[in-house]
């Protein structure tokens, strides 16, 4: 059967919609003009509307049910996807999103019209900070890397507070590639500390690398290996005694929540991603949320408004009045509607069941870890916490890259985990299960891992040629990149 | 609420496969002096039942804009979100999937926005879109940045009629040193002419401006090209089935808040921003594209391309350090412009524009206030001068069940508000609110409690 | 490639949620008892609750999302099926029911806190009134067999207001089943007419079956063969010559809406189906609507609560004061959330949109036989309505029946039309296309049809062995039917 | 609106197809004499923001049972319904598609409904369930009609604690003279004991009973037996994670009110009605019924099956002429029950039970109300003596934001109210309801406008 494709029948593929267009077809339905028509001024007349597609609001159905069902979600299955936390999501925090209270507030409303919004975002910041072990909380963040960039533009200020610029920001060559963008958007220079054979921070690395130059280290522990870095008070020490600052990439904080806080570990900036540590709904892609925390010291320079409470008037408010703020970030308050969900979330969960995030995490990693090693052997040798870095070194013999791997995980009905991230373990394989996967969905996918394994020696021409189930099969990608076709 | 399946049985079983006995072992090499070693100082779970109940609770806490006729706009705008854009956009296998990295199993979600950027690119009358950005304001950011990189230029001439919030995100950005915006002054409430010199890298205009006025865009545009600068626009997606498009002005890179495409309100987000330019800067384009190609048999498929732009690969060289974007709300918008076609969009446009002028005649016919340029164009918002603070003015407007604004400061220093008028807008509603500003003028900006919140409702007649 | 199964790969069936339990693990989440428990009475105590499932929420969404994947509806692709009028619901229909204003009001509210629900069924009964020909409506029944059997009971009950019981109820020989089996139901007897050579009710047999014992005729125009009855007003004359009741099955009403009324034909009750006529969703089976109207001289008899308007003081009430109402058919109001959507449809399309139903769904069934004729010929000469009865009689000599080209169609794509309905045409194919099918799915579907056409010639084994492309392929029925397996 | 989607061009070409020249062509053989011949007397079309501004209006002018706190009962019930339920079970393959006649296309809702059907066998102590009839009352009906039809008899024992508007249905049907309801007197609030003759086709008993009593129904159940009828239970389907199954109780055929099962209250419709029965009565069962079967390549699959039953096959002989049913309410039910499983089921019942008494004592002992039938067992929902009009005392109640009922007259003349009380209620709730029945009695009766409507918000803090 090997490489023998399967035989297509059904429905062909969807067609697109200008494909699908038919001059004169339409979906639209709009009021009818009830005030005198009025003539496009002068010299502004578009000569005619844009080419969009004329289709009936039946071939819209018709043409996105279908894409949605060729499309794999957390709903659809198991998304082990390393560094992504693809939990599940509740649909009560949907639900909740949705009612107009919150969904048809306009963001130029007077505050004392939306005073349910803010106290939902007060609360929600009061929890961040106990979760975080920071002072205050900035929501503009509309992800993971705009809160990034938020926080390294705080510690800028802070410095230039200070009246000493630094030049440098130290990160692990394990880190994110979001983390070094950052740093040359904040207007600093990457310096790269190495991770050592325990692919934690190479201390002794990291001391001879810190001096009055560096800004800041940013880090993210447990670490983008899966592993916690042990030696964090030492880091926090030699990165402070320099007097630069530690900032905590918080995507990972889902594997600690409620036991570890980066405050506690010497962090003083901490962004959070709402997708990852609070399950909100990534969307195909976004949207996320990035809210910012800082310790006490950096408060003065969060982006303004910054959110107020009126105790006598027992009102909430934003606060303009900032002169040390770094400024806007996002256009309005953030991602809102996100953060409605993440309230639900932490609020649902509460105290016990957010500490059991971590829990259920890390245990399903191990187990997993250890159902599969024996094939699949770690990059490391140290205790994975929520996710583990296995490699497909071994397969290479056969002519299996980790992508051939994945592909064949595919036709077995699963997704995939990430590959070649991170960029220092060749041939990754980045596992995450999450805390809302049961052990029978871990027992199916090892299984299936271990199946996989076989077949690299047995049939590599079947990872190779996989996915063979699926609405399309491998695709070109240079050919992607070559002939560039971005739009019909 | 608890959504972790785990039996004491499997809990049991699963930590003895690991040779572990407790759950606290798993996390026996973490340091005890970093760890928190007491309970979080947080309420107990709430049931799903009491969970939304509290929610339900906090939204009734607030009014919103089906309890008042709304004619806010300045930035974002209470079109109609047809009931089909997130009957569909909001299906569970879109909404919980990640960044399609494996395209076999995300042809859904790369098809969606393969063809939101097609839309984009009708739209625009420009040749290339990305599937993304956060909003319209950090959309301008990364704009200027391709400008910047484009020219090897610094220097970013900003009009005075450019949304505030804009002007500020980008002086936040700017701190990074990439780029240094410098204002251009207002005349008549369009943009003076600027200098544009050879150190220029962009020039940005806002175009119907954020007072509602329509720019002499094309003519600041070329003034632009001379200088050998990118020509950046900032634009009101809606307005482009009747007003020239970014790409017939001669804008390079146009940039959108992407709300008003069938998106909700949402106080202030989720949103997205909307980016496209010319070919010649696609490789300068942030965040990701999809593109077109086919697989080992021949089939048409779509996968994310040009990556070697971004972050996970070029790193501290990327064109910009976005990753998750706003994909979830470019489905929403790609079927909102589906949904309305060109015809649909046309009457959009010309449904704003006819019910604002209206808006407009009326509130000065009957005195109520003054327009800040009487005659100037303009094409679904407007601004108007008050005789009392604004602010008052507004306050006053919504106790009457109407929400206006937001209040503004003219580049001369008089003070007004906004107002914008919108397709959903009915001739009684505009008369209402006509009437209501009336009163508030004669109450010289004073509102009385009298029918706080209702008047949008009891004159309503359309269940608003 | 004949009979050669498919070979399968991806993920497996799902199993049943009996089979994804596990002691001890939940979805639920209630409330805290926040007073004091309480035993359960005496002798009244379940030793142990039963044996539901155990699974979490997670469980379950993934569960029933692979379900309706596995599941064909309108918003998934063409659905001709015959009699069944499957066309396009609208989202907007979907948005309006869901309003808490609809959705959480308790059927036991005093009349003055519904005011705007009693309005709304208010303008549904003026609107169906004035669509009908007819005086006054019931919303009761909750389906169309519902209504049938309502409408057989007011037909008995206004006979023996005239003290003059009669015992037989005329139905077509081309009668949908529910005819038949509500005439029984009301205590009446079944006397069949047959059709004439042009599918339509032979008059002359009407004529000799007619007499005094006979309490009234059921009849559904255009007819389940999808002919308009010619003769229509000469049949009314013939029952109401022997004082007879005219009973109309409004199933294909959308073939006329706007254009012919029940009442200008004769008709003395008419029972809608709100999913046909006026695109509610059917929902796999249910729920439905049907709604029953009735001529001023019966308006009495229809079910109580009647509802009513007091002018004075512009208020809308359940009048229950009427002496010779048959009675509750339903234990409220009927389906009022089903009644929503469908008031949705009618004030949507309006006074033209609804006269255009009629016309385009005529439209695309007369264009559909047009296009497939030549392979199946209809069952009979005259003009299609909005459906039309093809026969696969031909391929009986290929071994080939209607079953097996309904189950071919499925591998290209389609759903089948009805098949084996009515009766009275061998191998019956009945195609319904419905009014909001584009050219483009009519010429797609056609050549489908005509591709099986040829396909039963050269290679009949395809058509007996289809499908081969579902998730199960054709399955036991007689085995079903013995070893019964109805739960797990 | 407009949902056809033809062009002008469409209709021409499709048109000339058929060899004709205009759409009235189609129609011309149609009598000249029926037809309208005008235009209907019906509003023109609608735009989509109109229409459902329109029913926004509509919906406004209700007051819902988040508006108020709901104790009321009477056969509907405001039990939460988890957000899960409608996320899957309104999906749009299921909610599009028709009934499962080709099963190959249809695996999805035929699995949904043979689960269904097993977890009402589970939760019954019953054997075989359909898959749902329209409502309890029309299920009651065809219970009914099973039993005759299994016993040959036509006399049918209804107790006098049944709720009415099941008994105004029972009435309705017999009409047709299949069978002839007689009634049992009612003692204590609860069913007398019955002379069950041998001309007796069935008994039927609602347990726990219309005013909330637990009957004696195994008692009751055991007379019919020895008479050769069969026992009729109609049952509430969240009693029995606590109470003693239908089957267990000896009932020979159950049915319900489906509404209680992840339902909206929806103004009484669409509901579901449930049935159960035992084996030897299967082929006598109205409606569709799911069974499992095998593929011609063994996989597991499921079929409607024993159709012979039914209208489409058996026509005038069918066991009833159901043919839409409420397969969607049955799918949320299954949902809703499969969330609950068997510890959920039992916890609901435990706070139903703890609640409703709780309400029941706390309203005794400040003397506001009395019981009906004090000391007498009851589950969620029990009946009070007003001395006022209870029509005038529930209005009174529900001026200060509390819904009861509904009224009910009681078997020995006296009259009251249904107070029930679900999962859902608070103590706090309650005791406000206590104070609320309080004042009202104190007042006569007499409600006064004050607060109207509020009293449930305002000192609600759970946002009802
Ligand atoms: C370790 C890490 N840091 C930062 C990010 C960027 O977050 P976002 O995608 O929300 O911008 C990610 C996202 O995958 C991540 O895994
Ligand atoms: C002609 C005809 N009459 C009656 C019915 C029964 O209607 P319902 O299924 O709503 O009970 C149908 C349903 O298919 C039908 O086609």
Same mark, same amino acid.
């Given at each position: 059967?090997t490489?023998?494709?399967?035989?297509?029948?059904?429905p062909p593929?969807p067609?697109?919609?200008?494909?699908?267009?038919r001059?004169?077809?339409?979906?639209w339905?709009?009021?009818?003009?009830?005030?005198?028509?009025a003539?496009?001024p002068e010299?502004h007349?578009?000569?005619?509307?844009?080419?969009?597609?004329?289709?009936?609001e039946?071939?819209?159905?018709?043409?996105?049910?279908?894409l949605a069902?060729?499309?794999?979600?957390?709903d659809?299955?198991f998304?082990?996807?390393?560094?992504c936390?693809?939990?599940?999501?509740?649909?009560?925090?949907?639900?909740?999103a949705?009612?107009?209270?919150?969904?048809?507030l306009?963001?130029?409303?007077?505050?004392?019209t939306?005073?349910?919004?803010?106290?939902?975002l007060?609360?929600?910041?009061?929890?961040l900070?106990?979760l975080?072990?920071?002072?205050?909380?900035?929501?503009?963040?509309?992800?993971?890397?705009?809160?990034e960039?938020t926080?390294?533009?705080?510690?800028?200020?802070?410095?230039?507070?200070?009246?000493?610029?630094?030049r440098?920001?130290?990160?692990?060559?394990?880190?994110?590639?979001?983390?070094?963008?950052?740093?040359?958007?904040?207007?600093y220079?990457v310096?790269?500390?190495?991770?050592?054979?325990?692919?934690?921070?190479?201390?002794g690395e990291?001391?001879?690398?810190v001096?009055?130059?560096?800004?800041?280290?940013?880090?993210?522990?447990?670490n983008?290996?899966?592993?916690?870095?042990?030696?964090?008070?030492?880091?926090?020490?030699?990165v402070?005694r320099?007097?630069?600052?530690?900032?905590?990439d918080?995507?990972?904080l889902n594997?600690?929540v409620?036991?570890v806080?980066?405050?506690?570990?010497?962090?003083?900036?901490v962004?959070?991603?709402t997708?990852?540590?609070?399950?909100?709904?990534?969307?195909?892609g976004?949207?996320?949320?990035?809210?910012?925390a800082?310790?006490?010291r950096?408060?003065?320079?969060?982006p303004a408004?910054?959110?107020?409470?009126?105790?006598?008037?027992?009102?909430?408010?934003?606060?303009?009045?900032?002169?040390?703020?770094?400024?806007r970030?996002?256009?309005?308050?953030?991602?809102?509607g996100?953060?409605?969900r993440?309230?639900?979330?932490?609020?649902?969960l509460?105290?016990?069941?957010?500490?059991?995030?971590g829990?259920r995490a890390?245990?399903?990693?191990?187990?997993?870890?250890?159902?599969?090693?024996?094939a699949?052997?770690?990059?490391?040798?140290?205790?994975?916490?929520?996710?583990?870095?296995a490699?497909?070194?071994?397969? *290479?013999?056969f002519? +299996? &890259?980790a @992508? $051939?791997? #994945?592909?064949r995980?595919?036709? %077995?009905?699963?997704?995939?985990?990430?590959?070649?991230?991170?960029?220092?373990?060749?041939?990754?394989?980045m596992?995450?299960?999450?805390?809302?996967e049961?052990?029978?969905?871990?027992?199916?996918?090892?299984q299936?891992?271990?199946?996989?394994?076989?077949?690299?020696?047995?049939?590599?021409?079947?990872?190779?040629?996989?996915? *063979?189930?699926t609405? +399309? &099969?491998? @695709? $070109?990608? #240079?050919?992607?990149?070559?002939? %560039?076709?971005?739009?019909w | 609420?608890?959504?972790?399946?785990?039996?004491?049985?499997?809990?049991r079983?699963?930590?003895?496969?690991c040779?572990?006995?407790?759950?606290?072992d798993?996390?026996?090499?973490?340091?005890?002096?970093?760890?928190?070693?007491?309970?979080?100082?947080?309420?107990?779970a709430?049931?799903e039942?009491?969970?939304?109940?509290?929610l339900?609770?906090l939204?009734?806490?607030?009014r919103?804009?089906d309890?008042?006729?709304?004619f806010?706009?300045?930035?974002?705008y209470?079109?109609y979100?047809p009931?089909?854009?997130w009957?569909?956009?909001?299906?569970?296998?879109f909404?919980?999937?990640?960044?399609?990295?494996?395209?076999?199993?995300?042809?859904?979600v790369?098809?969606?926005?393969f063809?939101?950027?097609?839309?984009?690119?009708?739209l625009?009358g420009?040749?290339?879109?990305?599937?993304?950005?956060?909003?319209?304001?950090?959309?301008?950011?990364?704009?200027?940045?391709?400008?910047?990189?484009?020219t090897?230029?610094?220097r970013?001439?900003?009009?005075?009629t450019?949304?505030?919030?804009?002007?500020e995100v980008?002086?936040?950005?700017?701190?990074?040193g990439a780029?240094?915006?410098?204002?251009?002054?207002?005349?008549?409430?369009v943009?003076?002419?600027?200098?544009?010199?050879?150190?220029?890298?962009?020039?940005v205009?806002?175009?119907?401006n954020?007072?509602?006025n329509?720019?002499?865009?094309?003519?600041?545009?070329?003034?632009?090209?001379r200088?050998?600068?990118?020509?950046?626009q900032?634009f009101d997606?809606?307005?482009?089935?009747?007003?020239?498009?970014?790409?017939?002005?001669?804008?390079?890179i146009?940039?959108?808040?992407?709300?008003?495409?069938?998106?909700?309100?949402?106080y202030?987000?989720p949103?997205?921003?909307?980016?496209?330019?010319?070919?010649?800067d696609v490789?300068r384009?942030?965040?990701?594209?999809?593109?077109?190609?086919v697989?080992?048999?021949?089939r048409?498929?779509?996968?994310?391309?040009l990556?070697?732009?971004?972050q996970?690969?070029r790193?501290?060289?990327?064109?910009?350090n976005?990753?998750?974007?706003?994909?979830l709300m470019a489905?929403?918008?790609?079927v909102?412009?589906?949904?309305l076609?060109?015809?649909?969009?046309?009457?959009?446009g010309?449904?704003?524009?006819?019910k604002?002028?209206?808006?407009a005649?009326?509130?000065?016919e009957?005195?109520?206030?003054?327009l800040?340029?009487?005659?100037?164009?303009?094409?679904?918002?407007?601004?108007?001068?008050?005789?009392?603070?604004?602010?008052?003015?507004?306050?006053a407007l919504?106790?009457?069940?109407?929400?206006?604004?937001p209040?503004v400061?003219?580049?001369?220093?008089?003070?007004?508000?906004?107002?914008?008028v919108?397709?959903?807008?009915?001739?009684d509603?505009?008369?209402r609110?006509?009437?209501?500003?009336?009163e508030?003028a004669a109450a010289?900006?004073?509102?009385?409690r009298?029918?706080?919140?209702?008047?949008g409702?009891r004159a309503?007649?359309?269940?608003?």
């Amino acid at each position: 059967m090997t490489g023998a494709p399967v035989r297509r029948d059904g429905p062909p593929l969807p067609g697109t919609l200008r494909e699908l267009s038919r001059p004169g077809r339409r979906a639209w339905s709009l009021p009818e003009l009830d005030v005198p028509p009025a003539q496009v001024p002068e010299g502004h007349r578009r000569p005619a509307p844009p080419r969009l597609p004329e289709v009936a609001e039946r071939d819209l159905v018709r043409h996105y049910t279908r894409l949605a069902q060729m499309n794999y979600g957390v709903d659809t299955g198991f998304y082990p996807l390393g560094s992504c936390s693809m939990k599940y999501n509740p649909k009560a925090a949907e639900a909740a999103a949705a009612l107009p209270g919150f969904q048809r507030l306009h963001p130029h409303q007077p505050e004392d019209t939306v005073q349910g919004a803010l106290e939902l975002l007060w609360r929600l910041e009061r929890a961040l900070c106990e979760l975080t072990g920071m002072a205050r909380v900035t929501f503009q963040p509309p992800a993971g890397a705009s809160g990034e960039l938020t926080g390294l533009l705080i510690m800028r200020a802070y410095h230039a507070k200070n009246g000493d610029p630094r030049r440098r920001v130290i990160i692990p060559d394990s880190a994110h590639g979001t983390n070094p963008a950052s740093v040359t958007l904040a207007g600093y220079r990457v310096a790269q500390v190495p991770s050592d054979a325990r692919g934690l921070v190479d201390l002794g690395e990291l001391e001879k690398m810190v001096d009055e130059d560096v800004a800041g280290l940013m880090l993210t522990n447990p670490n983008t290996l899966g592993l916690f870095e042990e030696e964090i008070e030492a880091i926090a020490r030699a990165v402070h005694r320099v007097g630069g600052l530690l900032y905590y990439d918080g995507a990972n904080l889902n594997a600690i929540v409620g036991r570890v806080r980066p405050g506690d570990m010497g962090f003083d900036i901490v962004h959070l991603n709402t997708h990852k540590t609070f399950a909100t709904p990534h969307g195909g892609g976004g949207p996320g949320a990035g809210p910012v925390a800082v310790s006490e010291r950096l408060e003065r320079f969060l982006p303004a408004p910054v959110l107020a409470y009126d105790e006598e008037r027992g009102r909430y408010y934003w606060d303009h009045d900032r002169p040390d703020a770094i400024g806007r970030v996002h256009g309005f308050h953030g991602n809102f509607g996100v953060l409605v969900r993440a309230y639900a979330y932490v609020f649902g969960l509460g105290r016990d069941g957010l500490t059991d995030v971590g829990a259920r995490a890390v245990l399903n990693a191990n187990y997993l870890a250890e159902r599969v090693r024996g094939a699949y052997p770690l990059a490391f040798p140290g205790r994975p916490m929520h996710e583990f870095v296995a490699t497909a070194r071994r397969f *290479r013999r056969f002519g +299996v &890259r980790a @992508l $051939d791997v #994945a592909k064949r995980l595919i036709d %077995l009905g699963f997704h995939p985990p990430t590959v070649y991230f991170p960029l220092i373990v060749e041939e990754a394989l980045m596992v995450e299960p999450t805390e809302t996967e049961s052990r029978e969905t871990l027992d199916a996918f090892a299984q299936a891992m271990l199946q996989v394994a076989r077949e690299a020696e047995e049939d590599p021409e079947l990872l190779r040629q996989a996915p *063979r189930t699926t609405p +399309v &099969r491998r @695709l $070109d990608e #240079a050919r992607a990149a070559r002939e %560039l076709k971005l739009r019909w | 609420m608890r959504f972790a399946p785990h039996t004491d049985e499997d809990t049991r079983e699963m930590l003895a496969a690991c040779g572990l006995s407790s759950v606290e072992d798993l996390f026996a090499h973490v340091p005890p002096a970093v760890r928190l070693g007491r309970d979080l100082d947080l309420p107990p779970a709430l049931s799903e039942p009491d969970l939304l109940a509290d929610l339900r609770a906090l939204a009734g806490r607030n009014r919103h804009a089906d309890d008042f006729v709304c004619f806010a706009g300045g930035g974002a705008y209470d079109h109609y979100v047809p009931a089909v854009v997130w009957a569909l956009a909001g299906r569970s296998e879109f909404a919980t999937s990640y960044t399609p990295y494996q395209p076999e199993l995300s042809q859904g979600v790369l098809q969606a926005l393969f063809e939101y950027q097609s839309m984009v690119c009708d739209l625009t009358g420009l040749e290339v879109s990305n599937a993304s950005l956060y909003d319209g304001p950090t959309a301008l950011v990364e704009a200027v940045r391709m400008a910047c990189a484009a020219t090897g230029r610094r220097r970013v001439l900003v009009s005075g009629t450019l949304d505030p919030r804009y002007l500020e995100v980008l002086r936040t950005y700017a701190a990074g040193g990439a780029f240094e915006p410098v204002s251009v002054p207002v005349e008549e409430g369009v943009t003076a002419v600027p200098e544009v010199g050879e150190e220029v890298a962009a020039l940005v205009l806002q175009h119907p401006n954020f007072f509602g006025n329509l720019e002499p865009a094309a003519e600041r545009f070329a003034l632009a090209a001379r200088a050998g600068a990118r020509a950046v626009q900032v634009f009101d997606p809606l307005s482009l089935g009747v007003l020239t498009s970014p790409g017939e002005l001669g804008a390079d890179i146009a940039v959108a808040e992407g709300q008003p495409l069938g998106n909700h309100l949402s106080y202030g987000g989720p949103y997205l921003g909307v980016l496209a330019a010319r070919a010649r800067d696609v490789r300068r384009m942030p965040g990701r594209i999809v593109g077109e190609t086919v697989d080992v048999e021949g089939r048409r498929g779509y996968v994310l391309t040009l990556q070697a732009r971004e972050q996970h690969i070029r790193r501290e060289r990327a064109t910009s350090n976005i990753c998750t974007n706003q994909t979830l709300m470019a489905v929403a918008a790609a079927v909102y412009l589906a949904w309305l076609g060109p015809e649909g969009l046309a009457e959009v446009g010309r449904l704003c524009l006819a019910k604002a002028r209206y808006a407009a005649e009326r509130l000065t016919e009957v005195g109520a206030v003054e327009l800040a340029w009487p005659g100037a164009p303009f094409f679904k918002e407007f601004a108007v001068v008050t005789e009392a603070e604004p602010r008052a003015v507004r306050d006053a407007l919504l106790e009457r069940g109407f929400l206006v604004g937001p209040p503004v400061e003219l580049p001369d220093g008089r003070r007004g508000l906004l107002v914008s008028v919108t397709e959903r807008r009915t001739r009684d509603e505009v008369d209402r609110l006509v009437k209501a500003f009336e009163e508030v003028a004669a109450a010289g900006g004073k509102g009385s409690r009298a029918g706080r919140g209702r008047g949008g409702r009891r004159a309503g007649g359309r269940g608003r």
